[in-house]
């Protein structure tokens, strides 16, 4: 059934599991060719933004956001500094200011310092959401808030939706934008039991993401009015992201968001359920304790190493993958993000009860 | 056979045509669904710029362009604004050179501009090349010159390998350094009798699309030394280019490299024989008369609007279409851009003659 060896890797040893709890599948060619085995051969492509398949895209997006108009952008990286900039522009003034943890702060190489001399101020602590007052307290004059929904590197923690009402009447009287940074805003409204269009109606610009919760290819929607968009399409072509062809991200994402759009209160319930037994184990606990989405964070008290080899272990015996990435958080702690997808459900009920038994055991013999 | 309509546009009357004499063929989905058909279901997708998809075809491409490393990039938007910026980092000055009717100078909203901050000399006149007089009379400093081979927009005119060869020793030995745009540059081998390595190896850095000449999807290589690309690869992710899967492009992109790099000289040679036959038409002249690469300009002479109406009717007589996209020249003249591809050698020889024998007798008609 499976070949122990002491020194195979974490993500070696994930990668050989037959269940996982996390994602929707392996990433393969295969995603896509089922995207496209329904699309007939002589459909069209988009043309430089233009066309059938980009054009119905958008609008059918732009509706269900509630917003008047959308874009498709190949990236959220690049639809995000331009929602910015197109709002810094309009404000005259390049602040902003964002959660600490913000994807644009972390992990887009400073793009929004290095190409839109857009300086950020960073809101709240590293471990906690923006809260009212924090915005309330801001001292200094910038054209856009941006605001995760939810927060993901705090292991995916969301405001209630009537403070975030309160953060966006804020916003307006003080003549504030408000962006909504949504690359996982679908997996979030089966908490607040609301459409998408109820939470973006509180923001002024709104991204969405194709290839989190609904596992497309890549691609990313910016919705707003009619100016905003007309402006971002110029920024989207001096990025670079004007693409004489979206369709394969454009398809994908639609054909992905048709299947897994009615599946985000499964995925919900999903992480719920799974948080549940990780905080049964000894020296685990889940970010939140209860999740508010179909992601969470779990955190091990004990170092990497020693996590690390537990989870090899458990992955060899019980075939059930945790995560293939393990990440350090403090000296003497790690964690790794888990987000259902439609993986979770193929496991078999007694097989996780009886990985969740022997996860608690190997984690109490760590200590 | 057809249904004539007066009030039919151009392009409407194009699109109902049976041949083409330009192009690979309709951009349709088909297009990528070939290029999937032999590939596995189980292929991994690229992660972030990494993954043997991406790794491999990089690789390739690198040695056939006889560079040390490779980036694919989604759009050579993209991969040429950051090639400009990593060399004015490089030695430290935001100039740069390039022809008037360079890409960056009038397709790109001045990205390189609005995101880069950097300053283009324009180089020789708009109606013909960059010599290396030029060159040699550049008073100003500059990082980098830029130079397109064929220049698309004056018809796809070259250089000769000499004076290019000169111009190359000029820039090494002033410290600048020379980017090709390569946006056709498979399309120019046939006419220069030489590998891409020989045409690169003048060049410190070097973009060529898969989406002209080889008819992809979309997509584009960035070429040069290894820590050249490696800055470009931060670049690519500042400007939200480096997508967590580029893999329908890179795959179509090598599935057309394999299935048309060998047919460049079969466009060459047909550009060359159409063109004839265009110059054998009163009031039309091809730029250049005599084609050096796939493609041409077509010059009218007569006003848009009465060479459109030719065309029209020209169309609906033949079932042989030229283009949909005519572009005033002056007042009086027009233009149209032929890039010979598959579809010019599907069209039986009887029908170009009798289509040709017509063309030039509605011009005639037309003075």
């Known amino acids: 059934m499976y070949t122990p060896s002491a020194d195979q890797s974490l993500s070696e040893a994930y990668n050989l599991t037959k269940y996982r709890v996390g994602g929707n ?5 295969g995603v896509l060719k089922a995207a496209l085995e329904q699309v007939e051969d002589h459909m ?6 233009t066309g059938k398949v980009i054009e119905q895209f958008q609008e059918k997006i732009a509706k269900f956001l509630g917003k008047e108009t959308a874009v498709f952008f190949p990236s959220g990286t690049m639809a995000q500094q331009i929602a910015l900039r197109v709002w810094c522009d309009e404000l005259g003034t390049r602040k902003v200011a964002y959660h600490p943890l913000c994807h644009l702060e972390i992990h887009e190489q400073d793009g929004l310092k290095e190409l839109h001399y857009i300086e950020p101020i ?4 590293k471990d906690r959401l923006i809260t009212l007052n924090d915005v309330q307290n801001l001292k200094e004059d910038i054209a856009c808030l941006l605001i995760e929904l939810p927060q993901r590197e705090i292991g995916g923690q969301l405001p209630e939706y009537s403070e975030l009402a309160e953060i966006s009447r804020h916003c307006r009287a003080k003549g504030i934008k ?3 940074d949504g690359a996982r805003l679908f997996e979030v409204l089966p908490y607040y039991q609301k459409t998408a269009a109820e ?12 290839y989190k919760g609904i596992g497309g290819i890549a691609g990313a929607i910016l919705a707003g009015n009619e100016t905003f968009t007309a402006e971002s399409k110029i920024w989207k072509r001096r990025h670079g992201g004007d ?16 299947l897994r759009m009615g599946k985000m209160g499964e995925y919900y319930e999903g992480a719920k359920g799974l948080a549940e037994k990780f905080n049964h184990c000894y020296s685990i606990e889940t970010r939140p304790i ?4 179909n992601m969470f964070h779990v955190m091990f008290d004990a170092p990497k190493e020693k996590v690390e080899h537990v989870l090899v272990e458990f992955y060899q015996e019980t075939d059930v993958g945790i995560t293939g990435n393990l990440r350090e958080y403090t000296d003497t702690t790690c964690y790794c993000e888990i987000s259902i997808g ?3 459900a193929m496991i078999p009920d007694e097989v996780i009860e009886e990985a969740f038994t022997l996860l608690g055991r190997k984690m109490k013999e760590l200590n």
Chains 1, 2 share one sequence.
């Open 122 to 125: 960073l809101l709240a602590d």
């Open 199 to 210: 939470i973006c109606e509180l923001f002024d610009s709104v991204y969405v993401s194709f």
């Open 25 to 29: 599948g392996f990433r393969s060619i």
């Open 243 to 258: 693409l004489i062809s979206l369709y394969p991200y454009i398809i994908s994402s639609e054909y992905y968001f048709n």
């Open 44 to 49: 069209e492509s988009d043309i430089y933004g």
């Open 178 to 180: 408000l962006h909504l």
């Open 342 to 344: 439609d993986q979770y």
């Open 290 to 293: 209860q999740p508010v989405s």
